[in-house]
């Protein structure tokens, strides 16, 4: 582990096998404690940032359960080096490299909010053996999984709102345009940031709407501002991957590698993320997949800064699991500095 300082708080990093270092974050309980029960790794949505975290989550709560929570950032976003040939496949082999560094334990349990989801679920079809359990937050799908329906397909991608609609057909089928445009464009200032923040409201729902309120908003900010550090190449990335029809693996094969927990919650009144996707999902893995509906929240009202519902899925997902915590978890300074 390496650490630099900025201004608000230190910035560790891990350093993987190839020399590329990913930022994280930590919360709640940490190694050195000795007291871990639980190791709880986040991966953010897009874009978006380590700094997310479990948005607005509450320390007391953490240290309440538990839970070590470790959020990163992704390959491209915040402080994490880029990965110009990442896949699904790559990066759920560097989330099991990440927690091998981290000393997260033998299984580990994740949490993955919105564009999170896409990697979530590729770490449960190539990882299955290391993860104690999963909860989502209004996850990322494919769309074009070949066991969606079409008539399905359709009413997600009519459930979406204009500007994520909007993406697909260029993402799949100009995917330089896009790189070039997110790289090149997109909040290429922090005033940028704070126009993209204040047009939200024009396409979030009603509840979202209300949840922008300025403690919100500023941590909003904040967290899409260091996603784009480097150079918004991560969101350009995930653009492209999240489109593509063929994410390298299907819905049964899902269903073959993994047997835990696997719970996902989603506001009913979503715009970003339907919850008739994640439907479109259990239908097809009903023995796997627990889905909790959110009823009257949206894609942010119903987890940031919601301490009932961020209480709920702590419990459900721990308790849901039945593996033995990682616990007195520690890393003296000699084990740090042989990881970098």
């Not at 290429?188 to 204040?198: D, I, L, Q, Y």
């Not at 009932?308 to 915590?325: H, W």
Request: net charge negative; charged share 25%; glycine share 8%.
């Amino acid at each position: 582990m390496e650490e630099e300082e900025e201004e608000e708080e230190e910035v560790m990093f891990v350093t993987l096998h190839d020399g590329r270092r990913l930022a994280y974050r930590e919360q709640g309980v940490t190694a050195n404690d000795r007291v871990v029960q639980k190791s709880l790794l986040v991966l953010h949505g897009t874009p978006s940032s380590r700094l997310a975290g479990m948005p607005g989550v509450s320390e007391d709560l953490l240290k309440e359960m538990g839970v070590r929570l470790v959020s990163i950032d992704r390959p491209g976003y915040g402080r994490s080096d880029k990965n110009q040939s990442q896949t699904f496949e790559s990066f759920a082999t560097e989330i099991a490299e990440i927690a091998d560094l981290l000393a997260l334990g033998e299984k580990f349990w994740l949490l993955a909010y919105s564009g999170g989801g896409s990697y979530c679920w590729a770490a449960i079809r190539y990882i299955p053996h290391r993860i104690a359990g999963v909860a989502m937050w209004a996850p990322y799908g494919n769309y074009w999984w070949k066991d969606i329906p079409r008539p399905e397909r359709k009413i997600c991608l009519k459930a979406l709102n204009r500007n994520s609609a909007g993406l697909f057909p260029i993402a799949r089928y100009m995917p330089r345009s896009v790189v070039y445009f997110f790289t090149r464009h997109l909040f290429p200032k922090p005033t940028g940031v704070n126009k993209f923040v204040e047009t939200l409201s024009s396409f979030l729902s009603p509840p979202d709407v209300r949840c922008l309120t300025p403690e919100f908003s500023l941590g909003l900010i904040r967290d899409v501002i260091e996603s784009a550090k480097q150079e918004n190449h991560g969101v350009a990335q995930d653009a492209v991957l999240d489109t593509a029809a063929d994410w390298g693996f299907e819905l049964p094969d899902i269903q073959k590698a993994y047997k835990g927990p696997l719970h996902i919650w989603n506001g009913d009144e979503d715009r970003l993320v339907p919850l008739h996707l994640q439907e479109c999902i259990q239908k097809q893995l009903p023995d796997l997949v627990h889905l909790h509906p959110v009823a009257g929240e949206g894609h942010f009202s119903a987890f940031c800064y919601n301490d009932k519902i961020q209480r709920e899925t702590l419990t459900t997902l721990f308790e849901d699991s039945g593996v033995a915590p990682a616990e007195e978890v520690s890393l003296d300074d000699e084990q740090k500095n042989s990881e970098t």
